[in-house]
């Protein structure tokens, strides 16, 4: 502590670089030991001196490269500290506002000095410069680079981690980080620039100054929301996107695919005004701003799925120019474009499109560019997805192409992948009863179990993809895999054997950077786990396969119990909720076939709850519950055999604990959510509102399991769900005055159908609660499936506790009939013929379990007898015609005409 004051005290102009330096760390040691270990009584000291320690961290930002990286990594670690205790955290929002606009311009200062080294080649049009770029590659300054990056991260994580501060009162530190962000956007690596024809160039660079600003400006706009990003970004974007110089066009372009997924909210509204911007820059003369501007309309069609895909009418021209432009380049980022726009398209819409764009795409198919031709055989591949079974005239045009190219000696193993994928594809989506057909399906499993025996195990991602073709020809064509069993089971049980390639590093250790695709969370605040990504596709995969055979008429008896023990071992992925997900879903069709599931239950049923129980991310654990409700559907009433009721009770405590915190959150949601609408903090709203729509899911998912274990958990542990799950469906229930319609509604009306269906509530939960509840929710609620699962619950009451009819059957009926009178009630719609058909039956079902005061209900109900839809409404209307006609024949000789109608 005597040092660091000593240090304090010295003037920067007085000491060394290593000094100033060694002052930087040491500030760094003291807030990291206050925020990992709060409880030592330095919070005062470090409060006290933490206005210096930012006037010199701030000096250092502005200083020499080294002593930016230094002073960077005390500014990324703010949050942490800031978390560390209240009074430090009052502390920052104190001091951080005085220095935030020098950290901006201290940061763009240095990604200014950094352009300054920058060869002409990357900023300038000119071909002769190329090799003054190559020496300098070479020469390159990697301190200097290690600055930019620095900087550009910590611009993303001050906004992330203060953006309410930021939003409020800091644009200042916006506006120069973002012009900072925007100089290097327009960069552009030579390698890229000079080689159209030959899109795979030796030329290659690491180090990317505008992926790395384009990174930063896509974290800021998400962290601070649309409504600040786009008063400080978008005037300068348009100042851009009017510019002579193409690098400020092309910066503009890629700008606005960087910020689409933050703004989302404020850029929809005036989307088509958006496109009539971004579009004619297909059309511009340099092939890098057509390219940024394609890149920028991929990127959209994705963040802004699906209503871009409404604007196909505004799009479609455009695309097919760049489809049949001069450059392969462009061409193939057009492909490219297609591929992402046929995610959220529908095949209605594309039929208006599809024989042009098709024409189109199978002429690129026969590019000689190998880049090229492989966008297009994919977007090929897209397109026939989404046609489904109209896909069938392109197969004589696409069969022979793709057969040409799989039997070519040299072909390049990503293109044989395309070729797989489109052929698979194609076949996938016709009659299987052709005969040309089944020759070319036989012929493509032969090449598949060819590359598979060739693949090794390591290229996780490839014998991924290889499945999935496998499994699109095993659909439409049965029994092909039969007599290749004695090699593919081999296969899959090496796979499914494989450790997955899984490190454990410390947060203060560099991340992994080896060059392949790593997943990374955290599992504690000092260590975080780092996994392959293709080793987690590959084990869904081999799952998804196992499990597809499974349910297929395969032969597999003979190899169930070597399989089983992979199989259930991999519910043990505590870290993988993919992997487990898929096992688990492998497990329910093993379930069925196996002679001794009960057996197998009794193994895996301590695994999922062992995984249920560890503390993870709400997203996680709908995954788990979805899991664990499909193997009880799976067993069904053989679960109490395999699962003893100790075992039921140790789950159902695990359960109880994630639906409080559930219930908790919500809470804590609410009150947010309030005071974030009573400040006006439009992007805040809007992410506590994303956190609460995962929060809801997980409550929907518990819900959809209660229902399953209502089915089939008895005695005491039945009782258990009750006491459980009536109280919190109450609690909810007190909430009714606030807006009815959220994300919730339906889901505690559906728990509340399933609790009335299994008899579990008494009377009085009933009657005080649940029906005035229902009744709340037809007479206030404008959503009809909200109301349809209303109804659905009054139906429900009236079968399964007709005691209560008599007393409240007036109340019942004037609730079923007031949807009736509601705007926009037209059974032409499906949700409201859906409630149609509930009203009906729950109207049916009160007429058959009273009579005393049923012919004024009659009387009644009758004007507004709906007009039948369709066959099913037929059948119910008649069945309920003929108990009305049985039992109240003097009301309804009234109506006969109506009913001859």
Same mark, same amino acid.
């Given at each position: ?22 002052? #930087? ?14 409880? +030592? ?92 770029? *190559?020496? !300098? ?56 620039? !000079? ?71 404020? +850029? ?155 052929? &698979? ?21 032969? #090449? ?6 060739? =693949? ?61 695709? !790593? ?20 084990? #869904? ?56 599931? =009960?057996?197998?239950?009794?193994? @895996? ?54 639906? &409080? ?41 518990? =819900?959809? +399991? ?10 005491? *542990? ?86 209560? #009819?008599?007393?409240? &059957? ?25 409630? &149609? ?20 209900? @009659? ?43």
């Amino acid at each position: 502590m005597d040092r660091i004051k000593k240090q304090d005290d010295i003037s920067k102009e007085d000491i060394s670089l290593s000094t100033r330096n060694h002052t #930087v760390e040491s500030i760094i040691f003291w807030t990291d030991l206050h925020s990992t270990c709060p409880d +030592l009584p330095i919070t005062n000291f470090v409060d006290s001196h933490f206005e210096r320690w930012m006037e010199y961290v701030t000096q250092t930002v502005q200083q020499e490269d080294q002593l930016c990286v230094t002073g960077t990594q005390f500014l990324k670690n703010l949050s942490m500290f800031a978390r560390s205790s209240e009074q430090s955290n009052v502390r920052i929002k104190e001091v951080l506002p005085k220095f935030l606009s020098c950290i901006g311009k201290g940061l763009r200062d240095h990604v200014q000095a950094y352009m300054t080294q920058l060869p002409s080649a990357m900023t300038r049009d000119e071909p002769h410069l190329v090799g003054s770029w *190559t020496n !300098w590659n070479r020469e390159r300054n990697p301190i200097s680079e290690k600055v930019v990056t620095e900087c550009l991260d910590v611009m993303a994580c001050l906004c992330e981690d203060f953006a309410s501060m930021i939003r409020k009162n800091e644009t200042e530190f916006l506006e120069v980080s973002v012009e900072g962000i925007f100089m290097l956007l327009g960069t552009v690596i030579p390698s890229a620039m !000079w080689h159209f024809d030959d899109l795979t160039s030796d030329e290659t660079r690491d180090f990317n100054e505008a992926e790395l600003s384009e990174e930063a400006l896509d974290r800021i706009s998400i962290a601070l929301g649309g409504k600040v990003t786009l008063q400080v970004v978008e005037p300068s974007i348009l100042v851009m996107l009017q510019a002579e110089d193409w690098h400020q066009r092309r910066a503009g372009l890629l700008a606005y695919s960087m910020i689409a997924e933050g703004c989302r909210s404020h +850029l929809l509204p005036r989307l088509p005004q958006l496109l009539q911007t971004i579009l004619p820059f297909f059309q511009d003369h340099n092939l890098f701003v057509q390219n940024a501007a394609i890149t920028a309309v991929a990127q959209m069609a994705i963040d802004f799925a699906p209503e871009l895909q409404t604007q196909d009418r505004l799009l479609f021209p455009y695309l097919y120019q760049a489809l049949k432009a001069s450059s392969p380049v462009v061409q193939t980022h057009a492909c490219r474009c297609v591929i992402n726009f046929m995610e959220k398209y529908d095949c209605e819409s594309l039929l208006s499109f599809e024989e042009d764009l098709m024409k189109i795409l199978i002429a690129l198919c026969h590019s000689p560019h190998l880049d090229l031709r492989r966008a297009a055989i994919s977007a090929v591949s897209s397109v026939i997805h989404i046609l489904d079974h109209h896909s069938f005239k392109y197969y004589s045009q696409m069969a022979p192409l793709l057969r040409e190219s799989m039997l070519e000696t040299a072909i390049d193993p990503r293109m044989m992948d395309q070729c797989m994928e489109c052929f &698979s594809m194609l076949i996938f989506r016709q009659n299987g009863s052709d005969d040309d057909l089944q020759k070319d399906a036989k012929h493509l499993m032969e #090449v598949l179990m060819q590359e598979i025996q060739n =693949v090794s195990p390591h290229c996780e991602t490839r014998v991924a993809h290889l499945l999935k073709c496998m499994t699109r020809i095993m659909h439409t064509v049965d029994h092909l895999l039969d007599p290749y069993l004695e090699s593919i089971i081999p296969f899959l049980e090496g796979l499914l054997q494989q450790p997955p390639d899984i490190k454990i590093v410390a947060n203060d250790e560099v991340a992994m950077e080896d060059g392949r695709e !790593w997943v990374s969370m955290a599992i504690s605040e000092e260590r975080t786990l780092y996994l392959r990504a293709g080793s987690i596709e590959a084990k #869904v995969e081999v799952l998804s396969f196992t499990g597809f055979l499974l349910t297929k008429e395969v032969k597999l008896e003979a190899y169930l119990p070597r399989l089983i023990p992979l199989i259930t071992g991999l519910l043990d992925y505590m870290y993988l909720e993919g992997v487990r997900k898929a096992a688990i879903e492998c497990v329910r069709p093993l379930l069925h076939m196996c002679p001794n599931r =009960v057996e197998v239950m009794t193994s @895996v049923w301590p695994r999922m709850i062992r995984a249920a129980s560890v503390e993870t991310e709400k997203s996680v654990q709908v995954i788990q519950l979805e899991c664990i409700g499909l193997a009880v559907a799976a067993l069904e009433y053989q679960f109490c055999e395999a699962v003893n009721e100790v075992a039921q009770f140790e789950w159902l405590d695990v359960l109880h604990e994630i639906l &409080s915190a559930c219930l908790k959150d919500r809470e804590g949601h609410i009150t947010d959510m309030k005071r974030a609408e009573e400040d006006g903090d439009e992007a805040e709203f809007e992410k506590i509102g994303k956190l609460d729509a995962v929060n809801a899911d997980l409550f929907d998912e518990i =819900v959809v +399991l209660n229902g399953i274990q209502l089915k089939y958990f008895t005695g005491k *542990t039945s009782q258990r769900l009750h006491q459980m799950i009536t109280p919190a469906l109450t609690g909810m229930i007190s909430q009714a005055g606030l807006p009815i319609v959220d994300a919730y509604s339906s889901h505690v009306l559906c728990a509340c159908d399933d609790m009335i269906d299994a008899h579990l509530l008494t009377l009085d939960e009933l009657t005080k609660e649940f029906l005035p509840y229902f009744f709340h929710v037809i007479y206030n609620c404008p959503d009809w499936a909200v109301i349809h699962a209303a109804v659905y619950g009054l139906g429900a009451i009236v079968i399964n506790y007709p005691q209560i #009819v008599p007393e409240y &059957s007036q109340a019942i009926c004037n609730a079923l009939m007031y949807p009736y009178t509601l705007p926009g009630f037209n059974p032409e719609y499906e949700e409201v013929a859906s409630l &149609s058909d509930n009203i009906i039956s729950a109207f049916m079902k009160l007429t058959s379990v009273t009579t005393d005061p049923i012919d004024t209900l @009659v009387d009644q109900w009758m004007p507004y007898f709906p007009p039948i839809q369709d066959e099913l409404e037929m059948n119910v209307m008649d069945d309920l015609l003929m108990v009305l006609f049985e039992k109240h024949y003097e009301v309804m000789c009234k109506y006969t005409d109506k009913v001859r109608a």
